[in-house]
Structures are given as C-alpha cells and as structure tokens.
C-alpha cells in the first residue's frame, strides 16, 4: 500500500478518530482524574485522594442502596430479557401468515422504549387511575398502587426493561435462521421432538449469541436511566434509585463532580469484572463453529 493511500485512508477514518479522542476517551480519562478530586463545577479542582473511595465503601448508606437496587434490577431483567427475546424469536422464526408484519411489530418496542415519550407513557398506563388499573377493574380486582410500593415500584420499571426486547430478539432470529435445517431432519429421524431439538441442537448452536446478547444487554441495563428517573425518580423509599441517578444526583443537583465521577467508576469497575467473569465462563458453554469438546 502506497503512502498516498495510507494518507487518504487515514483522512477518511479522522471524522471517528476525532470523535472518539475528543468525545469518549478525554472525558473517560477526565472523570477518572476528577473522581481523586474535590471538584464542585465552580471552582478549581482540589485534589483529596481516596478520599472520594474511602467515603463510598464505608459511610454512604445511599451507594450501597443504590448498588443493591442496580444490583438486583440487572440480575433479573437481564435473563428475563434474553429467555423472553428468545422464545417470541423463536415463534417468529415459523413460517406463518403475516409473519413480516409481527416482526416488525414486536421490534418497534425496542426503537421506542428508551425515550422520553414512552417513559411518561408508562407512567400514566400504571398510574392509580391508569390503564392497567381499570382493566384490572373490569375484572373485579383492586387498583395496585403501582409507584407507592416499593416492590411494585421496581417491577413496574422492570416491566419497561423487559418490553424493549426487540433487539435481542432479532439478532436471535438471524441465529435461529443460520442453523442448518438437516440437523433437525437427521435428530426427528432419530426420534428426537421438538423439545430435545431445541435443548441438544438449537441451543448448543446460537450459544455465541447468547453469550453477545448477554454482555449487550447487562451493560445496557447497567447504564438505565430514563426510566427510573422519569417515571419514580428513584423512589419510593429509593427503591428504583439506581447507580445512573445517584451518579445524576451527586453531580448536577449536589455539584459534587468528583464524588459523583468516583461512583461512576465503581460502576465501570463492576461491568468491568462482571464482564470478564463472563468471557471466563463462556469457555465452559460457548460453543463456537470448530470446537472439538467432549
């Protein structure tokens, strides 16, 4: 490759080269200078240590609330995401009536659902004179106080997380589409049905999808924060107050920038680990095209 090329090839790429320096990486290193730092957006920053550290592992009740709660959202809409994304793309993956139109149906969730509109939109369905409340009516049932609770609270913002599967489950679809049709043929010969398919064929195959929707989604759900902020700012009794708002909190409403990077880089550590651990399992379950395992 001739040095003209290389020039030119480095000017098409310096629109991202650019964006990437001055939008992601000098703010990443940025925060991380400011989470040592006193820093209330007004004056100079003050450098104080693991001070900011310190204070966020052994006297501030409101982080560990807010990590307990980010904590138990992430576990438990992330795999009813996946199971959820999964089964309707595997319904889809049927060659039925109509089948482009539920495609597309079940996907626009996904483009809609981090929004601002569907946020508010959530928040009335759910309100105590709201949708869900006078279908349960028709029924005979009590209206629930959806945003009074705090266990409603946070099913109620679980519930949100989960109605935007539309992603997962397209890229679950094109999984379920590359799997060689012979392979059910030569397992229904055998005996097998659809089940034991699923479980020793289908599975096995779309393992390294799964594995991409898992990281996508857990890193996703670790970064929320529209919903929780929009429809309960994080309450009641901090139930849905997640790491993002409290992040939010401690930086625009406090002025507290360098605490509020400092917890933002606990929580990068936290996607940090929780992601190696998962790359370091996915030996034991992650079955790529060539593996010879017994």
């Known amino acids: 490759m001739s040095g003209e ?23 990443f290193i ?21 001070k900011n550290y310190w204070k966020l592992f052994t006297s501030d009740r409101n982080f560990r609330k807010a990590l307990w709660v980010t904590l138990f959202y992430v576990f438990t809409t992330v795999p009813l995401k996946l199971a959820f994304a999964l089964f309707i793309a595997v319904i889809l993956n049927y060659r039925l009536k109509f089948i482009n139109f539920f495609r597309t149906a079940f996907y626009v969730p996904s483009i809609l659902g981090g929004s601002i509109a569907i946020a508010v939109l959530w928040r009335y369905i759910f309100a105590d004179v709201g949708l869900v409340n006078m279908g349960l009516a028709l029924f005979g049932f009590e209206p629930v106080n959806w945003f009074g609770d705090p266990e409603n ?11 935007q599967f539309g992603s997962a489950m397209v890229i679950f679809l094109a999984a379920l589409q590359s799997v060689d049709p012979a392979l059910y043929e030569a397992a229904s010969i055998d005996g097998a049905g659809r089940w034991r398919s699923f479980v020793h064929i289908t599975l096995p195959l779309i393992t390294p999808v799964i594995f991409f929707n898992l990281i996508m989604q857990m890193v996703q759900a670790f970064q929320e924060f529209n919903g929780p902020y929009i429809i309960t700012q994080g309450g009641p009794l901090k139930s849905t107050y997640l790491l993002p708002l409290y992040i939010y909190d401690e930086a625009f409403k406090r002025f507290n920038m360098g605490y509020a990077s400092a917890i933002a880089w606990v929580l990068f550590a936290i996607i940090m680990v929780l992601t190696l651990i998962a790359f370091w399992s996915s030996r034991h379950w992650v079955y790529y095209a060539g593996d010879k395992r017994s």
């Open 30 to 50: 940025g925060s991380f200078y400011l989470s040592f730092t006193d820093y209330n957006l007004m004056n100079e920053p003050v450098f104080v240590g693991l």
């Open 153 to 163: 609270a946070l099913f109620t913002i679980t519930l949100l997380r989960l109605w």
């Open 5 to 27: 090329s290389r020039f030119m090839g480095l000017v098409y790429l310096s629109p991202y080269i650019i964006g990437l320096l001055v939008f992601t990486a000098l703010p």
